[in-house]
């Protein structure tokens, strides 16, 4: 990457960086909706969905009012984001665990975003750009109650049913374990007795 040398031009390649990380969450978060089995989880990605389209838009608005074509660079921070996501759904065993999972992906994501946003906005207005600080303040506000959406929809019984399914499945290995030690000692008890009468056989001989 060639250097960069002023705050300009840290600006211009951060945006760059976002542009392309909204275009990555416009393929990804179809694939979310389409896995999430709570209904208002699945309607949560959709809706993010339409915003993050409208923020790839807001960003094209930003490149123009700066004078720039619209043209990103890899972002490798989300790609990242988003492959880790991908392997951690793909081990859930089940659906309370497996919305969790991609709950905690997205807040992940979320959380980078507006990180970027921020630091953006920031820039922006230390560089007397106060309308492009306002495009980039939206984004950053809509990012935030995404976040918080996703925490409401965590808390208010996605974690628990994950939860409850962990306690599920460590009372079935208790009730297993119990089983298996009560055969065990049923066994046993019936070795001895068939012990004892050979032992008597051989004494009456």
Not at 37 to 49: C, D, G, P, Q, Y
Not at 51 to 71: C, D, K, M, S, W
Not at 90 to 111: N, P, Y
């Amino acid at each position: 990457m060639p250097g960069l040398y002023s705050l300009e031009e840290l600006l211009q390649d951060e945006l760059k960086d976002i542009y392309d990380a909204e275009k990555q969450l416009t393929k990804a978060l179809p694939k979310l909706a389409k896995k999430a089995t709570s209904a208002e989880l699945k309607s949560a990605f959709e809706e993010h969905l339409q915003q993050t389209e409208r923020h790839v838009e807001r960003i094209e608005e930003v490149f123009e009012q700066l004078g720039l074509p619209a043209r990103g660079k890899k972002c490798e921070g989300m790609q990242h984001l988003i492959a880790e996501g991908e392997d951690m759904i793909g081990e859930a065993e089940d659906d309370a665990t497996r919305d969790a999972v991609m709950i905690a992906s997205a807040q992940k994501v979320e959380h980078y975003e507006i990180a970027s946003y921020g630091t953006l906005r920031t820039w922006a207005n230390l560089l007397g750009k106060p309308e492009v600080a306002a495009l980039l303040e939206e984004t950053l506000e809509e990012e935030k109650d995404t976040d918080q959406n996703l925490t409401n929809i965590a808390e208010s019984f996605i974690n628990e049913a994950a939860a409850e399914r962990d306690d599920e499945e460590s009372e079935g290995a208790r009730r297993g374990g119990a089983a298996s030690g009560r055969g065990a000692s049923i066994r046993h008890p019936r070795s001895t007795a068939a012990e004892k009468g050979a032992a008597r056989g051989r004494s009456r001989r």
